[in-house]
């Protein structure tokens, strides 16, 4: 599904269906891109080696030629000759692509950029400088989770993770490794679980917090930015009054996207 004008967003899964990595997948015509998280790069790149075979394939880190920038706020399809459809993606001049985010086009923009050459291709856009903390409220905002800030590696599943929510899964695809518990977990009504939005009465607790209602643990933090951020929670425990989060009170939200 993956074209010049179209990029998506897609996952790793063990065979046990649990996660390993998320990603953006993108293409010039000529290449895939994989927008992953960095720090995790070098772990992705050598799982992938060992499906090649003997594919006539190379996957290679072009991470010295090419950097990734999110673009977001009020205008910022239109800005960047884009349709706004989340997914909508097209080749920019000299080198590189632009797309909207295929998670939620609220997220705004995300661009392969040649190195050096970025942050003159945005300005001339009409994008101004914004900081990292900038961006991790707009997602905070949306409930949209972070790879494996708000994942456990070889823990957490799709369907837990919203991914069904945010176009991270094809439902008519063919055989992909983890897809027998990925199916069953939907058709069966499996998921007991979900990431949600939470507010705090102030910070937000370190992630790995226990959250707790009547003294019983319903659910975890995840991340958190101010008094926002992202926890796993017990669906039976989303509408609760009283859960705490060490000692903080907290509220759940259900994510705007979501219908479960």
Known sequence: RVAPDRAIYGALLTPQGKYLHDFFVSSDGESLFLDCEAGR?????RRLKLFRLR???????????????????????EALGLNGTEGAARPMEPAGIAYVDPRLSAMGARLILPAGEADGIL???????????????????HIVPDGSRDLVLEKS??????????NGISWDKGCYVGQ???????YRGLVKKRLVGIEADGPVPA??????????????VRSGLGNRGIALIRLEAMDAQGLTAGDVALRAEKPAYAAF
Do not use: C, H, Q
């Open 55 to 77: 594919a006539k394939v190379e996957i290679e880190d072009v991470t010295g030629r090419m950097v990734v920038a999110a673009a977001f706020g009020e205008g910022t399809a």
């Open 157 to 166: 599943t799709l369907m837990e993770s919203n991914f069904d929510e945010l």
């Open 180 to 186: 027998e518990l990925t199916a069953r977990t939907k």
């Open 41 to 45: 790069r070098d772990d992705l790149m």
């Open 123 to 141: 300005i001339v856009a009409g994008f101004v400088a914004a900081g990292p903390e900038d961006y991790e409220a707009l997602r905070l905002r």
């Open 207 to 220: 992630p790995g917090t226990p959250i707790l209602l009547d003294g019983k643990e319903v659910g975890e």
